[in-house]
Each structure stands twice: as C-alpha cells, then as structure tokens.
C-alpha cells in the first residue's frame, strides 16, 4: 500500500472505461528494440487488486514481481503497509520489500536504483519483470530517472522544522505552494520531509522542482514497457466500491493490530521516525499520543486512504502511456485482459 508519496488536488474522475479502451494512447507500449526485454507494469489507487493482477500475471507469465510502493520498503512494517502476505511472497518471488529501516530515508532515486538492480537480474534469470505499486513518483523515477538534485541544506532544512514547530505543517503546504505549485499538488500538507525537500531543491536550484524533473534524466534502457492501470472509478458503481474496499481494508488493520505494531516501531525508533507519518501509522500515533480516540483514528484514516486513491488516480491520468483497465485486478475479466495484453507484449504484437 502506498502513502507516503501523495498528494492534494482537487478530484477529478477517470475517464469512462469505454472512452479508455476507444482512445488508446499511441505509445501505450514502448517501440520494439532489438534485444529488448518484456517490462510489465501494474499501477493504479490503493485497493484496487494490483498484488492479486500481479501474482495472476506471473504465475503465468513466469515473472517476478518489483514492488513499487514508498511504505514496503520499510521492514518491520508489516499491516500499515500492506504488504503481500508470505503466502503471495512464496507463490512469486518480490523484489524490493524491506530495503530499508524506518528511520533510514528512501528517496525515489534510491528506490529507482535499487529497482533497476532488481529488474537486471529478472532479466538474467530469463524471467519476466512485472512492477507493481502505486507510488507514481518511484515508477517515473524507475521508468524515466529523475533529474541531479542539489545537495542537503541543514541549515535551511533546520529553520524550516523550527518554522513547523510553531506554525504547523500547514503553512509549510502554502509555502511550496507559492514556490512550485504542482509540487504542491503532489505531496500531502502533512508530508512534512517531502515538503523540505521540495521547498530545498527548488531555492537551491533558483528553479521549481516539478521544471527540473523534466531536464537529466536517465530513462530506463533495454526494454519493452507496458503500462497498465487499474480503473476501478470509471462508473460511480465501481468508485463506490472501491472506497467500500479502502474502508474495510483500513479497519482490517487496526483489527489486525496496527496499534501494536505502531506501538512496537515508536518504541524502538522515536516520535520523529518519518515512517511513521504515513497514513493508518499516523492515526495510529495520534491515539498513542492521546490526541485522538481509536474510532476517530479509524475514520480519519478511512478517509486519509480514500482521498490518497483520488491523488492516486489524478497522479496516473498524467501517464500518457498508460493502458487503462476499467475495474479491479482481482476481477477475472480484467485479469484475462491484462494477460492479453502482456502475451502481445512478449510475443512483439500490439493491440488491436
């Protein structure tokens, strides 16, 4: 699951699952290379079945999963995460789950080297490298690199703490929204790092974050993409759905025992651990604090979820790439689709 990388912007629906299949982009998959190796990708909001099209995808296919989500590359964080079950871990090899500790950073860039590590030896093992996830910033950073960002600026960084300290993290939004406001757009008011970071590179460089992102970038060489998206929003019978997954899904964490497990991580790694600002741990934390009762924890992390699916949705539109799939991944029609689509991918086809 993925909630460290989000965003606020104002909701706008996917288009309708007819006007998707109709109007399919003209590089929905990579041009063919000689020697190119088959690259699948799952993206689409949380909740939506990516794991369950992915594991459908490489038992098979014969592929190995990459995960693409800014929470499970943290260990010990298990339920608030949502990480594949040891079982689904066993019936097809992941890759990139539990690099890092939770007070340790992981930036898209390290997340984007380390993918690349992942996706190199899939491709020795003559298997097929499917990514799977919802963090849009790790996938672009994996897909298309990311531009030289300048170096840390601890005195900058440390006023800015001080300035949230007494103003809220708030008023940090408003500042990066003055600054660079699609920036401001992508990364959550509560987000603080993310928010220093983007505030950092865009004063260091004189230029907005979201412009330098379009200039140095390494893409990914030596294969074949496709990119697919799960569309579970395309009618207000599947949104309604989808947020009907996302409310049982967050209360299956606290049921689980996200307390204990929030309980058990602030013990050893602090108040200040930035892990623990995603969302469900972040809730859960407020309860531990005494700043808010278990039942609202749960309704506002019910609600932090589905607003995040929404950001999720708005992050993915911008693909141009993107093949989109109207419904669920655990959806059996969707799955054969998907299968369709990736047996033309490997095979050198395109789609009718």
């Known amino acids: 699951m993925e909630t460290l990388a989000s965003a606020t912007t104002a909701e706008r629906e996917a288009p309708h699952a007819t006007q998707e299949n109709e109007n399919v982009p003209e590089n929905w998959v990579t041009e063919r290379g000689e020697n190119e190796c088959p690259l699948l990708v799952v993206a689409g909001p949380t909740a939506s079945g990516k794991t369950a099209l992915a594991l459908r995808l490489g038992e098979e296919l ?7 989500d800014s929470v499970a590359v943290y260990r010990l964080m298990e339920i608030g995460a949502a990480k594949p079950t040891p079982e689904e871990r066993a019936r097809v090899t992941h890759h990139c789950i539990d690099l ?3 007070d340790e950073a992981c930036t898209a860039g390290d997340y984007a080297r380390h993918a690349r590590e992942a996706l190199a030896g899939i491709r020795e093992r003559g298997r097929i490298p499917i990514v799977a996830g919802g963090t849009g910033l790790y996938l672009r950073a994996l897909l298309e690199g990311l531009a030289p960002a300048p170096q840390r600026d601890e005195v900058l960084r440390s006023r800015l703490r001080e300035r949230v300290t007494r103003r809220g993290s708030a008023w940090l939004h408003r500042v990066l929204r003055r600054l660079d406001p699609r920036a401001a757009e992508l990364i959550h008011a509560n987000d603080v790092p993310k928010l220093i970071r983007s505030i950092e590179v865009t004063l260091a460089a004189r ?12 893409a990914l060489r030596g294969y074949r993409v496709l990119q697919m998206g799960l569309a579970p ?3 207000k019978e599947m949104r309604e759905r989808l947020y009907a997954r996302i409310n049982d899904r967050a209360a299956e964490m606290f049921e689980r025992g996200l307390m204990a497990e929030t309980e058990m991580l602030r013990e050893r790694f602090g108040d200040e651990c930035r892990a623990l600002g995603a ?5 859960a934390m407020a309860v531990l604090r005494g700043e808010m009762t278990l039942d609202a924890a749960l309704a506002a992390a019910q609600q932090g979820h589905r607003n995040y699916a929404k950001r999720q949705g708005t992050w993915f539109r911008r693909e ?6 109207p419904g669920f991944g655990d959806d059996a029609a969707v799955q054969e689709e998907a299968l369709a689509l990736a047996r033309e991918l490997m095979t050198g086809g395109r789609a009718a």
Do not use: F, K
């Open 100 to 102: 890092y500790w939770p």
């Open 320 to 325: 141009a790439a993107m093949r989109w799939l």
């Open 233 to 235: 929003t395309a009618s």
């Open 207 to 218: 230029q907005p974050q979201t412009e330098q992102w379009q200039a140095g970038r390494d």
């Open 279 to 283: 969302l469900g741990y972040a809730q």
């Open 62 to 68: 014969g592929g190995e999963i990459v995960s693409c």
